[in-house]
C-alpha cells in the first residue's frame, strides 16, 4: 500500500482550514458557555422520589428546567439549568445564594415539584474562586504548550536535517491548536443549540486531547527519523513512506481508544457524556492531525525553505 498522503496535502489543508476557520468563528460568535465553576453560582443535586408531580415532564433536564423557570427561578437564582445526572437524580445550577434563599428554594421544590425530594448536595462557588480558577487553566495550557515544545525538541535534537529539531515541536503544537480549537468549536456550537456548559471536566479533556495528540504525531515523527538515517530519498519522500508505515498503527491505536470512549458516552452516567464526546472528538482530531496535518507541514515547511535557498 502506497498512500500519496504528501502529495495531496492541498486537499488536508483545505479541510483543516475549513474546519479551523469554522472553529474560530463558533467561539467569536456564541462564545464559551461557561459552567459555574468558571463563573461562580451554585450547583445542586436533588432527587426526585415516586410522588412527583403528574404535570412534571422529567423526561429530560430541559423540559424540566422550563418548568423550573416558569415555576420557581426568581430574581436571585435567575435562570434554573438542568443535568440529568440518573433516572431521579438531577443536577441544578443557578446563580449564587445564601442561605437564607436556600431554604426557599428547597420548600419551593417540595411544594411544586415533589414533597418527597432530598437535596443530595449543594455547591456554592464564589465569582473570585471562578476567576481564579478559569486563570489557572489558562495558566496550565500555556504551560503544557511550552513544555510540548522543549519535550519534542529535546527528542528530536538529532534529527536536525533537513527540517531543525525545534520545528518539529512547533509543527506539533500547531496541529494540537487545530486540534482544540476544532473542538472549542464544536463545543461554542454545542453552548448555542444545546445549552452544554463548559466545566473543569471539558478542560481535563482538552488537556488529555494535548497529551494524546502529540504522542501520536512522535510516533511518526519517530519513525520519519528513522527512515532519514537510513534513505538518501527526497524528504517528501521519505516522510511519505514513514506515514504509509506507521497509518495503520495509528488508527487501529485511535479506534480502540474510541471505542472505549463510545461506550463511556453512550451508558455512562449524563454527568460524563460531555467528558466523553469531548474526548471522541479530540482523540478523532488529534489521529487526523498527526496523520495529514504535522508531516504535510513539515514537508512544506521544508520546501519553503528550499525555495529561499
Known amino acids: 500500500m502506497d498512500l500519496k498522503i504528501i502529495k495531496k496535502r492541498k486537499i488536508w489543508y483545505l479541510i483543516s482550514g475549513t474546519l479551523f476557520?469554522?472553529?474560530?468563528?463558533?467561539i467569536i460568535l456564541f462564545k464559551l458557555n461557561l459552567a459555574i465553576d468558571f463563573t461562580g453560582g451554585t450547583l445542586m443535586e436533588i432527587k426526585l422520589s415516586n410522588t412527583v408531580q403528574n404535570n412534571i415532564d422529567i423526561s429530560n433536564g430541559n423540559s424540566f428546567a422550563?418548568?423550573?423557570n416558569e415555576n420557581i427561578a426568581d430574581s436571585k437564582t435567575e435562570n434554573i439549568t438542568v443535568q440529568k445526572a440518573g433516572d431521579k437524580d438531577f443536577i441544578l445550577r443557578f446563580k449564587l445564594i445564601d442561605q437564607t434563599e436556600r431554604e426557599k428554594l428547597n420548600s419551593l421544590l417540595k411544594e411544586k415539584v415533589d414533597k418527597n425530594l432530598t437535596e443530595m448536595s449543594f455547591e456554592a462557588i464564589g465569582p473570585i474562586l471562578g476567576n481564579e480558577l478559569k486563570n489557572k487553566t489558562i495558566?496550565?495550557?500555556?504551560?503544557?504548550?511550552?513544555?510540548?515544545?522543549l519535550f519534542v525538541a529535546f527528542v528530536f535534537r538529532k534529527a536536525s536535517h533537513p527540517v531543525k529539531s525545534w520545528k518539529y515541536g512547533v509543527i506539533a503544537i500547531i496541529a494540537l491548536l487545530h486540534d482544540l480549537t476544532i473542538t472549542i468549536g464544536l463545543f461554542a456550537i454545542l453552548g448555542k443549540l444545546l445549552n452544554i456548559e463548559i466545566d473543569m471536566l471539558f478542560i481535563t479533556a482538552l488537556l488529555t486531547i494535548l497529551g494524546y495528540s502529540v504522542m501520536d504525531t512522535i510516533v511518526i515523527y519517530d519513525r520519519i527519523r528513522e527512515n532519514l538515517r537510513k534513505s538518501n530519498d527526497d524528504f517528501e519522500v521519505t516522510v511519505n513512506r514513514s506515514l504509509n508505515e506507521t497509518i495503520?498503527?495509528?488508527?487501529?491505536?485511535?479506534?480502540?481508544?474510541?471505542?472505549?470512549?463510545?461506550?463511556?458516552?453512550?451508558f455512562g452516567g449524563e454527568s460524563i457524556k460531555m467528558f466523553a464526546l469531548a474526548l471522541i472528538v479530540g482523540v478523532a482530531l488529534g489521529t487526523y492531525s498527526s496523520i495529514f496535518v504535522a508531516p504535510p507541514l513539515l514537508v512544506s515547511l521544508n520546501n519553503f525553505e528550499n525555495k529561499k535557498k
Not at 21 to 26: P, Q, T
Not at 139 to 149: D, E, F, L
Not at 248 to 266: D, G, M, P
Open 139 to 149: 495558566t496550565a495550557i500555556i504551560i503544557s504548550v511550552i513544555v510540548i515544545i
Open 21 to 26: 476557520v469554522v472553529g474560530v468563528i463558533s
Open 66 to 68: 422550563d418548568y423550573l
Open 248 to 266: 495503520i498503527r495509528s488508527i487501529n491505536t485511535s479506534f480502540a481508544t474510541l471505542l472505549s470512549l463510545f461506550a463511556v458516552f453512550l
